[in-house]
């Protein structure tokens, strides 16, 4: 019942996060490697995102979405059921599902994950491996847009992704990153530090 409690009020709080951008400014740190490939003609866009904090988990990851104190608004642009430029499918870890979210009567839109259960949140200190997209076109604004993360205390850090060839200093992502680099994948990572 604490559960479902709990899961309740970070729905309503996500929800009125998307409608209102009322949510404060978080300074939690947070880490996204994200990086592309093509498989079977199709284009895959991968985000990891490398919870930091020391305090709380993170409960929402939205891709094309810039979040700000008075008005927050999706960078993404398609027509609404656009198979050709909206995504086919979305890779979500366990415990997380992704969905498209238009702006209402709108055709920009984000792409958003959010956890089914306090158990599937990213842990503090924890990397969730892996969100993505699958695309039938060449998509780069899925990687070229802002990347927003939502906290469970509500806050909120968002920031404009920036190529990046080598992982940022203080960040333990060797792992992840030799076996993409090993792969022929060549990932890059931002920073959503606040303290920095």
């Not at 996060?17 to 009322?22: D, M, Q």
């Not at 991968?46 to 930091?52: D, T």
Request: proline share 4%; charged share 20%.
């Amino acid at each position: 019942m604490k559960n479902q409690i709990k899961f309740t009020v970070l729905l309503i709080a996500s929800l009125f996060l998307a409608n209102t951008s009322c949510a404060y400014e978080s300074a939690h740190d947070v880490e996204v490697l994200y990086w592309s490939e093509v498989k079977n003609g199709q284009y895959h866009y991968y985000y990891n995102v490398v919870n930091n904090s020391t305090e709380v988990d993170v409960v929402n990851v939205e891709v094309g979405y810039k979040y700000d104190y008075e008005d927050g608004e999706p960078q993404l642009f398609a027509p609404r059921a656009d198979t050709t430029h909206v995504p086919l499918e979305f890779i979500a870890p366990n415990g997380w599902e992704g969905k498209v979210s238009y702006l209402e009567e709108s055709l920009y839109y984000s792409l958003n994950w959010t956890t089914t259960g306090e158990q599937f949140d990213i842990k503090k200190g924890k990397s969730s491996f892996r969100f993505g997209v699958v695309l039938n076109n060449q998509r780069d604004d899925h990687i070229n847009t802002f990347f927003t993360i939502i906290f469970g205390d509500s806050t909120v850090a968002t920031e404009q992704m920036v190529a990046s060839s080598e992982p940022p200093r203080n960040v333990i992502l060797a792992p992840i990153y030799d076996l993409l680099l090993s792969k022929g994948i060549k990932p890059n990572v931002i920073g959503m530090s606040k303290s920095s």
